[in-house]
């Protein structure tokens, strides 16, 4: 019973912050709006004003996805971790993230160079065509790690296997790269720097409704993930098909990072920290506390770095994986030590 309110409060508490995290960045920004002002634009509804625009169709889209992207990857992470046993592991390393940059890298590189003009400067490229790529390279990698995985029993392998497909699809981007005209190639190193701008008012809602489902999903694998923690053989006698078990969580982080990726581009640091910083904050591996807290604790970790990204005096947004590396990066280094 102590224990329960321990957990309550603390969750209670993340929570909090998460929604103070998520009021800053409505009004935080390149320009700063009067918390009066904001409070009226939500009131009062006849209240119309151009600091009513640069909220409901910038900041709050962008706030949202934060939301979602960092949930989603989190939990991403604590599957792959969980699956692995490993602590270092994380969404990219089957390659997913890969295969998302191979497809946009054949977007935009490769047909500017079948073309010979830049397409950003043709206007050839947008958001859409960039998120649809990244999708099916992404999802064309998932299904392939998941044919593998329905063959090979030793996880070890499929790392190995996701690692050596990354490193093929990072090898064809750069061939692509070598051979591409310079705007495309910016264009192409400005989405892999990552960002929560791009979803915007236009696909929010879509992207809500491609993640929140999946997530709530998540939590039926609690039992599962349990069981697995102590190891195939006893999994078995308890009654869990692992083979199955492995391809719906393979599939469901998969298809997060996937997602996340279109859209927001290559997030790092999010899937690998924010597990491991659950795990000490609730002091548990019971899942049926992890995913949630996870979830949660992903949700304000990326509200924060998408405050950080937007601080005043600077224009536009810095990247986003800038600051998940300066946040996350001293996260691992604390789990390569404590873990010796």
Request: charged residues 10%; positive net charge; aromatic residues 10%.
């Amino acid at each position: 019973m102590k224990s329960k309110i321990v957990y309550i409060s603390k969750l209670s508490l993340i929570i909090f912050i998460g929604i103070v995290l998520f009021i800053l960045n409505l009004f935080i920004g390149s320009v700063l709006i009067p918390f009066k002002e904001l409070f009226s634009i939500f009131f009062e509804p006849e209240y119309n004003s151009t600091v009513s625009t640069i909220v409901f169709n910038y900041r709050l889209p962008q706030a949202i996805t934060a939301l979602l992207s960092g949930a989603a990857l989190s939990v991403a992470g604590l599957l792959m971790q969980t699956l692995f046993r490993n602590p270092l592991a994380d969404p990219s390393m089957l390659g997913i993230s890969s295969g998302a940059g191979l497809g946009v890298a054949i977007t935009i590189l490769f047909t500017g160079i079948l073309g010979g003009n830049a397409l950003s400067s043709l206007g050839f490229w947008s958001n859409i065509g960039v998120s649809l790529a990244a999708f099916l390279g992404a999802t064309s990698v998932l299904m392939l790690i998941l044919g593998f995985s329905s063959k090979i029993k030793n996880m070890t392998t499929l790392i190995i296997i996701g690692l050596m497909i990354s490193y093929l699809a990072g090898s064809m981007t750069d061939i692509l790269k070598f051979f591409s005209i310079k705007d495309d190639i910016h264009a192409f190193v400005i989405w892999g720097m990552g960002t929560f701008s791009s979803v915007g008012i236009s696909k929010l809602s879509f992207y809500t409704i491609s993640i929140l489902p999946v997530l709530f999903a998540s939590l039926f694998l609690a039992k599962s993930l349990n069981i697995m923690i102590l190891g195939d053989f006893y999994a078995e006698n308890l009654g869990v098909n692992i083979k199955r078990n492995n391809i719906i969580i393979i599939l469901i982080s998969g298809y997060l990072t996937a997602i996340v990726t279109a859209y927001c581009g290559p997030i790092a640091f999010l899937g690998l920290a924010i597990p491991h910083l659950t795990r000490f904050i609730f002091k548990t591996s019971d899942h049926r506390i992890l995913i949630p807290g996870t979830m949660v604790i992903g949700m304000t970790v990326s509200l924060l770095c998408n405050l950080v990204a937007r601080v005043p005096g600077f224009e536009g947004n810095l990247p986003i994986n800038a600051v998940t590396a300066f946040i996350g990066a001293p996260i691992v280094i604390w789990v390569i030590l404590r873990r010796r």
